[in-house]
């Protein structure tokens, strides 16, 4: 057991796979020489060589379309859009190609690649640089997406992601890169679409995923001083997302509550409340109540930030609602 | 490796004959109402897939259009299962999920057409990397449009493969004309002109003399599978049909598109009875293609509908390959 950083878990993540296989290269926007944005694709420039880590000129559509036609012609390529705003860029390669190949060619074709996207605020980047779009992705089929929270996770999210011969996303919030967790030895690995108990209860539920999951248990936290016990269920993977985890949380608790620091209209909590509305209905004792952000793009100016993000005193009040 | 690669001139019009007694057929069955959707025909364009893809081994790779029917038989995808594909049945080479637009042949390297302008430029950006960090000695080759030149994915992937030197050859097919609107009016640049300010060493050859097409393909494939980095081939051609099989083409005088002198079998032919060869070895590469398209179409329309459940479950990989 060591403590590392989330973001120094991904580098490991990443490093374990490349040294296990050669097939595996990485390339995106200043993630060789500079070692990436946020730090995480550091070393892996000098150790694996830079035939296998390269630095791309700004081409966002090239970056990921290059990735499937590598995928399709016997790589694993891993690549990173620096801000998963910037996959506005990619889209046509995401949706179009990598998410349709396997299906529309009959399964002729495998598509083992991942593309890496740190969302989220609270950086005060601003409208640009903030977003979780990460709802867009997990509507298309043929996409998988997965947003780790803990440290453990973040390692074996990566290597899962890295071993799916489906094209997978990897949701990284930035403002998890520099927090320090527990990895674990052995090594964590974990499948796509396991979500996890992140603290058990029979009062609640929360769901919740990425980043929002601190806030989450904060939340429970204030919870329990007042005797209400509330479970956190940590999605970890949203396509395929664990839905007979929060079913069984459900039929446990009898109240749902879904947050994430994404818009709150037609965002990943729509699905998940449309679902236990359905499957769970005859379990439900509330409202399903859903925590997001407010319909506006994400502000620059502290104040307006900190008031935009969902934090854990909302997500107590949601709680309060489905239990009133 | 030029001259061991080299295709006969009876070869190219074998494969450009059989393109077009396959096209022929398609938009037959395409009226008839036995294939769905729509079709995209390169009639008068056969001089480009045979020409490029003659110059290729059957490891290189290729990504292609939504004209993409002869690049796909060039590249030696399965005649039967091309048409059990366009037509829908179940085996064919997608098993009905992709139909003309998108057929594909992994055995082949086939890629794929794609219904998407331009998409194939960085898919085969891609494919070179894979083709340079494995050291396999293949290449990768797509064919796009003129009007492909005009997305701005054309910058990113010729940029790309420019820097990385990449074992790519991009060929623009330059038929004049994008869905209904002339180059003209579409394009500022001048195509290779385009590829040179990526430092990309760029040919034009008339696309409706496979001969010429061919020779250039082979100096161009030699040249990147030497190292070269990427190279980029302009083909003049002529699209001799609608944009689509039932454009009514308002846009444009029929004769602009179809000047019998250009058509590149034709030429071939006469070219080849000038040389001496004898008019039965010439007529034969007709008789042949006709004889093998009827084949196929007799096995297309026996084919079986795809079932629903089949495609379901391939949306992803099954999940026991999954870690
Ligand atoms: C991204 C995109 N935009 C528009 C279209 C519609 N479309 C299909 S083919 C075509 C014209 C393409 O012209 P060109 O690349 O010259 O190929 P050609 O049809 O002449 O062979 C257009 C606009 C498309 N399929 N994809
Ligand atoms: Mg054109």
Redesign the interface.
């Known amino acids: 057991m060591s403590e590392v950083r989330f973001g120094q878990a991904i580098n490991r993540a990443l490093a374990d796979a490349m040294a296990a296989d050669e097939n595996i290269v990485i390339f995106g926007e200043d993630v060789a020489a500079p070692g990436g944005p946020f730090g995480v694709t550091r070393g892996l420039l000098d150790r694996f060589g830079a035939e296998r880590v390269r630095d791309t000129p700004i081409s966002e559509a090239a970056i990921v379309g290059a990735a499937v036609g590598a995928a399709m012609s016997g790589l694993k390529p891993i690549v990173e859009i620096m801000f998963m705003d910037f996959v506005t860029l990619s889209m046509d390669a995401l949706v179009n190609q990598a998410a349709k190949a396997r299906f529309m060619f009959g399964g002729q074709y495998a598509l083992p690649m991942v593309v890496r996207l740190p969302h989220g605020g609270g950086i005060n980047a601003g409208p640009q640089h903030s977003q979780c779009l990460e709802a867009w992705l997990t509507h298309v089929p043929g996409l998988k997406v997965a947003c780790p929270a803990t440290v453990s996770d973040a390692y074996a999210l990566t290597r899962a992601a890295i071993a799916d011969p489906d094209p997978v996303i990897l949701v990284e919030n930035k403002s998890l890169y520099a927090v320090k967790g527990a990895l674990p030895e052995p090594l964590p690995s974990v499948a796509i679409g396991t979500a996890d108990i992140a603290r058990p209860g029979r009062d609640a539920t929360i769901v919740t995923y990425g980043a929002m999951r601190g806030m989450a248990l904060a939340a429970a936290d204030m919870l329990a001083k007042d005797g209400v016990e509330t479970e956190v269920i940590d999605l970890r993977s949203l396509q395929p997302w664990d839905e007979s985890a929060v079913l069984a949380s459900l039929a446990r608790t009898h109240r749902l509550v879904i947050a994430h620091e994404a818009v709150e209209a037609f965002g990943v909590g729509a699905e998940i409340a449309a679902r236990m509305a359905d499957v769970g209905f005859d379990e439900l004792d509330g409202p399903i109540v859903r925590v997001g952000a407010p319909f506006m793009p994400v502000p620059f100016a502290k104040e307006l930030e900190a008031r935009y993000r969902p934090d854990a005193a909302r997500i107590v009040e949601g709680v309060r609602r489905t239990l009133a | 490796m030029t001259a061991a690669n080299s295709s006969s001139p009876l070869d190219l019009l074998r494969t450009m004959t059989l393109i077009r007694e396959a096209e022929l057929r398609l938009a037959q069955l395409f009226a008839d109402g036995e294939v769905p959707g729509f079709i995209h025909l390169s009639v008068g364009q056969e001089g480009v897939a045979a020409g490029v893809c003659a110059a290729l081994s059957s490891t290189d790779?290729l990504?292609s259009n939504h004209r993409g029917h002869g690049h796909a038989l060039a590249k030696g995808l399965d005649l039967e299962r091309f048409f059990l594909?366009i037509m829908g049945k179940a085996e064919?080479?997608?098993?009905?999920?992709?139909g003309s637009m998108?057929v594909?042949?992994?055995a082949v390297g086939m890629?794929?057409a794609?219904?998407?302008v331009g998409?194939g430029?960085?898919?085969?950006?891609?494919?070179?990397?894979?083709?340079?960090?494995?050291k396999?000695g293949a290449i990768?080759t797509v064919f796009f449009g003129d009007g492909a030149l005009a997305e701005?994915?054309m910058h990113?992937?010729f940029?790309?493969a420019s820097?990385?030197r990449l074992p790519v050859l991009f060929v623009c097919e330059n038929n004049g004309w994008s869905e209904f609107s002339p180059t003209s009016k579409q394009l500022a640049a001048d195509p290779c002109a385009l590829a040179l300010s990526h430092r990309i060493a760029a040919r034009s050859v008339d696309g409706n003399d496979v001969l010429a097409v061919h020779e250039m393909a082979l100096v161009l494939v030699d040249e990147i599978r030497e190292g070269g980095g990427p190279r980029f081939l302009e083909c003049r051609t002529t699209r001799v049909r609608g944009h689509f099989e039932g454009d009514p083409q308002k846009y444009r005088e029929a004769a602009d598109a179809a000047r019998s002198e250009d058509d590149p079998i034709g030429r071939l032919e006469r070219r080849l009875t000038a040389d001496g060869v004898p008019a039965p070895d010439i007529e034969a590469a007709t008789r042949e293609a006709k004889r093998r398209v009827d084949a196929a179409v007799r096995r297309a329309r026996s084919g079986t509908a795809p079932a629903f459940d089949a495609?379901l479950r391939?949306?992803?990989?099954p999940s026991e390959?999954?870690?």
């Not at chain 2, 391939?314 to 990989?317: G, K, P, Q």
């Open positions: 790779t990504a594909e064919g080479m997608c098993q009905g999920r992709g998108h594909a042949d992994a890629l794929g794609n219904g998407i998409a430029l960085p898919i085969a950006v891609g494919s070179a990397l894979a083709h340079q960090v494995r396999s990768a701005g994915v990113e992937s940029n790309l820097i990385w495609a391939d949306v992803y990989a390959a999954a870690p």
